[in-house]
């Protein structure tokens, strides 16, 4: 069993930053993997940032350059940090762990709320 709590998101104006964290607990394999999703109004959850087998990462097209994924082993946090924001990133985004071998281990965080506008 994982628990996954996602934390930092808000409201913030074009152009602005923000830095969301998500905390894991629970029972962690050598070979899970985080990272980020996010769902906006109407449209289906889509990947945002994560991190693959060998430590690389992968973001969507729509933020390379702008987000970057990061991790504090010792926590089992992992972290996005979020910059040039715009208002297409308002959506919920949600931490996802997934297991790079077993397809049936996902956990999902409740989500936060990512609101861009100004």
């Known amino acids: 069993q994982v628990q996954l709590v996602e934390s930092g998101g808000g409201l913030v104006q074009p152009g602005g930053s923000l830095r969301l964290s998500c905390a894991a607990s629970g029972s962690i394999f050598s070979n899970d993997l985080m990272g980020w999703y996010r769902q906006a109004p109407g449209k289906q959850r889509e990947l945002v940032a994560t991190?693959?087998?060998?430590?690389?990462?992968n973001y969507a097209d729509s933020v390379k350059g702008r987000f970057t994924i990061s991790k504090d082993n010792t926590k089992n946090t992992v972290y996005l940090q979020m910059n040039s924001l715009k208002p297409e990133d308002t959506a919920v985004y949600y931490c996802?762990?997934?297991?790079?071998?077993?397809?049936?281990?996902?956990?999902w965080g409740q989500g936060t709320q990512v609101t861009v506008s100004s």
């Open positions: 991190f693959t087998s060998g430590g690389w990462t």
């Open positions: 996802n762990l997934r297991n790079s071998y077993s397809v049936s281990r996902m956990y």
